[in-house]
């Protein structure tokens, strides 16, 4: 099992900045990916960025020129930049990631408890 643990959420004020990260434990052989995603309430959960291991990265539209995604080469954390905030933005923030606990096996996906992020407007 590979275990997802998320911090840096809290209350920030529309125009601030805050940063998101995400430390993977567990039985990892490899983590080809690494990203974030949000669910706002009574909305459907959405990809924010992701990251992959040749450097790869995809940005939702809504957060492109504000959020930066980053993870160190062979790192299993990742992190979240958020800068300019929106209210908008207010979500629970789940990271995720796409792992293998040993090269025979298939890949799974792991996701962390969340962590909240309200923007005051």
């Known amino acids: 099992q590979v275990r997802l643990v998320e911090s840096g959420g809290g209350l920030v004020q529309a125009g601030g900045s805050l940063t998101l990260s995400c430390e993977a434990s567990?039985?990892?052989?490899?983590?080809?990916?690494m990203g974030w995603y949000r669910q706002a309430p009574g909305r459907q959960r959405e990809m924010v960025a992701t990251?992959?291991?040749?450097?790869?990265?995809e940005y939702a539209d809504s957060v492109k020129g504000r959020f930066t995604i980053s993870r160190a080469n062979g790192a299993n954390t990742v992190y979240l930049q958020m800068n300019s905030l929106k209210a908008e933005d207010t979500a629970v923030y789940y990271c995720?990631?796409?792992?293998?606990?040993?090269?025979?096996?298939?890949?799974?996906?792991?996701w962390g408890q969340g962590t909240l992020v309200t923007v005051s407007s």
């Open positions: 990251v992959n291991n040749g450097g790869a990265i």
């Open positions: 567990g039985r990892i052989f490899v983590i080809p990916a």
């Open positions: 995720n990631a796409y792992y293998y606990s040993d090269f025979k096996e298939t890949g799974s996906d792991a």
